[in-house]
């Protein structure tokens, strides 16, 4: 027959119990602070992604509509200018003008209403053209991430931009 002693107790000290609880919010401290890291590189991640994505498509389309025309109106060969006329071969969208209006590149061919280049999470600016004597453009401009929350970094990101085109 077991003897049992009624001072034995099973269960945890308050000792331990402050240990384990301690240890755990360690873990969970470390764990939200890692979690909130992930976030914000992915958010700046993203906002760098936009820029450069945009950036990239704008300044593509724009040499390849310049290469393709016949002639460059504004600015005059040898100035620099904010926005760009040139003539292109389809009647129906000459003239072609690239401008910035409202922080949004734009693009107007013949006598159609302009088309935003650059959406709204994104604002251009620094735009300039310069033409040179032999049929050279060089495009020049800045793309902005727009911040929606004035309180986080994450989201800010600036690039520049360069490039040129020659007429064929």
């Excluded at 402050?18 to 470390?30: N, P, Q």
């Excluded at 040898?78 to 969208?93: E, F, K, M, R, W």
Aim: hydrophobic share 40%; no cysteine; net charge positive.
């Amino acid at each position: 027959m077991k003897i049992i002693n009624k001072n034995q107790q099973s269960g945890f000290t308050l000792v331990e119990l402050l240990i384990y609880v301690a240890v755990a919010a360690i873990i969970l401290l470390a764990l939200s602070q890692f979690f909130s890291l992930a976030l914000s590189v992915r958010v700046k991640a993203q906002s760098v992604a936009e820029v450069e994505q945009q950036g990239t498509l704008v300044l593509t389309k724009m040499t390849q509509i310049i290469r393709n025309a016949t002639a460059i109106t504004t600015p005059i060969s040898g100035a620099t200018s904010t926005s760009l006329t040139i003539t292109v071969p389809t009647g129906v969208n000459s003239p072609t003008v690239f401008d910035v209006a409202s922080g949004t590149l734009r693009i107007k061919e013949g006598t159609a209403s302009p088309i935003n280049l650059t959406d709204s999470h994104v604002a251009i600016t620094n735009t300039t053209f310069s033409n040179f004597a032999n049929g050279s453009i060089r495009i020049q401009f800045t793309l902005s991430k727009l911040n929606t929350s004035s309180t986080t970094n994450e989201y800010n990101y600036t690039q520049n931009f360069s490039g040129s085109a020659t007429l064929r």
